[in-house]
């Protein structure tokens, strides 16, 4: 058994984020306008990953989706609801994505650590909203234990009965102890876990597609506190916590 990023297959009994929306529900048309999804071709056959606009240029999705973007093929599907009917409010080409410098995409299956990158969009993205980041749309979000609040992870990954949905699923999330995301039986390799930059969350099994969004709510607003990163041991998934990296995506995206 090994620990696996949540794009890619486990063994029987590690389910990975990137692939399952475990016990999750069909949103409401309208309900996440700030979700992307990248795809080759525009179409469910292509998909890659989520994420989410942060402005009218710029997404954010974990580094480890960028190991498999086409800067000539993939799409970025702004506010996708359904592959099948599309209903999309607009799909733009990539200009270049920027994964946290210390990213190792030589080990991007299993680390876990650093995984966040921006995605440059080639032209200002039309209709969509853009996602309460938090620690970068300001610092009024959740309290960072995350205790008692409500999560919720989303994703067009396949359903517990192995089906495919074509349209956006969203699942319960809620907080777990960092331990479950740290503590492993002899034999297993580290989970490279740190508190500071992860979240340790789950629902039963999985959920949420890779890179995709953790939303929890603060004062009136919805904030994006994480990204699908990696399942680890069930139920245990790891989430890539965007507070931590506030001030490299404001200064990156400035800059660029």
């Known amino acids: 058994m090994m620990l696996v990023s949540s794009s890619t297959l486990a063994q029987s009994d590690i389910k990975p984020s990137g692939k399952h929306i475990i016990n999750g529900t069909p949103a409401s048309p309208g309900e996440f306008p700030q979700f992307v999804a990248f795809s080759d071709g525009g179409d469910y056959k292509g998909h890659i990953c989520g994420g989410v606009l942060i402005t009218p240029r710029w997404a954010l999705t974990a580094a480890h989706c960028t190991t498999r973007f086409d800067i000539h ?120 876990y740190n508190p500071a930059m992860n979240i340790c969350a789950g629902y039963g099994v999985a959920g949420g597609d890779s890179g995709g969004p953790l939303f929890a709510e603060a004062n009136g607003k919805k904030y994006v506190v994480g990204l699908v990163s990696r399942s680890l041991i069930k139920p245990a998934e790891e989430f890539t916590r965007v507070r931590y990296y506030a001030n490299w995506l404001k200064e990156t995206m400035e800059k660029e």
């Open 73 to 192: 093929k993939t799409k970025v599907m702004v506010a996708l609801e359904s592959y099948s009917p599309l209903v999309v409010k607009d799909q733009v080409s990539i200009e270049k994505f920027i994964p946290e410098p210390r990213f190792d995409i030589s080990n991007a299956k299993i680390s876990g650590m650093y995984d966040i990158a921006l995605v440059k969009l080639s032209r200002d993205a039309k209709g969509g909203q853009l996602a309460n980041i938090d620690g970068v749309t300001d610092n009024n979000g959740p309290d960072p234990s995350l205790k008692d609040i409500p999560l919720t992870a989303i994703g067009f990954g396949l359903t517990e009965n192995n089906d495919r949905p074509y349209i956006l699923y969203k699942v319960q999330e809620s907080v777990y102890p960092d331990e479950d995301c740290i503590n492993v039986p002899p034999g297993y390799p580290k989970t490279n």
